[in-house]
């Protein structure tokens, strides 16, 4: 069975520049939940969504949206791209929103120049 | 809410020492206990987990972690290192479900062997 897969794995953008990310979840899973890992701040809960709906949410701004389709697959929005926003961004899928085992893809490494 | 607390940000061991991570964790539910392994340039892989039952838990590579609800500790520990296992491991904390779902991880360990 394939493992979470996110696209591009990497990314250069300037500031006030927006992006999207995409994570497909491993096949048959339905929750998927975001991550940002950063040297500074480590890794931090940005959102999780399950049947299309987002069931929570980090301490981020606003600029950070998500959304989820019918088929599970997630995708990620930065607006107005700050230097801060550099970071690898991790996708994580699982069964459902239950006990938390949850796959982790590769990450897709953002650079905001 | 919840926490973690990784003591030792950077551990360095010989190959075929005990490897002793520790994790100290703060939860005003129920935890579910993870260790997750970041090789680099790679996600996280998980190593092990604890959610109910027993206290002593066995992962992949010959890692395992005890859940001491008196201690607030999950730490982990290999018997023997393997030049393989350096990497950066990950102690998370979660709840059972809603708000409570999310992952929480400690600033994480890196782990060096050397030869």
């Known amino acids: 069975k394939a493992g979470v897969t996110q696209t591009p794995r990497y990314l250069i953008k300037t500031r006030g520049q927006q992006v999207t990310l995409s994570c497909s979840p491993i096949s048959g899973h339905r929750s998927v939940s975001w991550y940002q890992q950063t040297p500074g701040q480590g890794l931090q809960f940005l959102f999780e969504?399950?049947?299309?709906?987002?069931?929570n949410k980090g301490n981020f701004p606003g600029r950070f949206s998500g959304r989820q389709f019918s088929n599970s697959r997630s995708e990620m929005n930065v607006s107005t791209l700050e230097l801060g926003d550099s970071a690898l961004y991790l996708c994580?899928?699982?069964?459902?929103?239950?006990?938390?085992?949850?796959?982790f893809g590769p990450g897709t490494r953002l650079t905001v120049l | 809410a919840q926490s973690v607390t990784q003591l030792g940000s950077h551990v360095s061991v010989s190959e075929g020492a005990l490897v002793l991570l520790r994790c100290n964790y703060s939860s005003s539910v129920p935890p579910y206990l993870f260790w997750y392994v970041q090789y680099p340039n790679q996600g996280l892989q998980l190593l092990l987990k604890y959610t109910t039952g027993a206290t002593l838990v066995k992962g992949i590579n010959g890692f395992e972690a005890e859940f001491k609800k008196s201690e607030t500790s999950f730490h982990l520990t290999k018997p023997s290192a393997h030049m393989s296992d350096a990497a950066e491991y990950f102690c998370a904390v979660s709840g059972s479900g809603g708000s409570n779902y999310k992952l929480t991880f400690g600033k994480g360990t890196l782990l060096t062997v050397n030869p």
């Open positions: 994580a899928s699982s069964l459902a929103q239950g006990f938390g085992e949850q796959f």
């Open positions: 969504y399950f049947s299309e709906t987002q069931r």
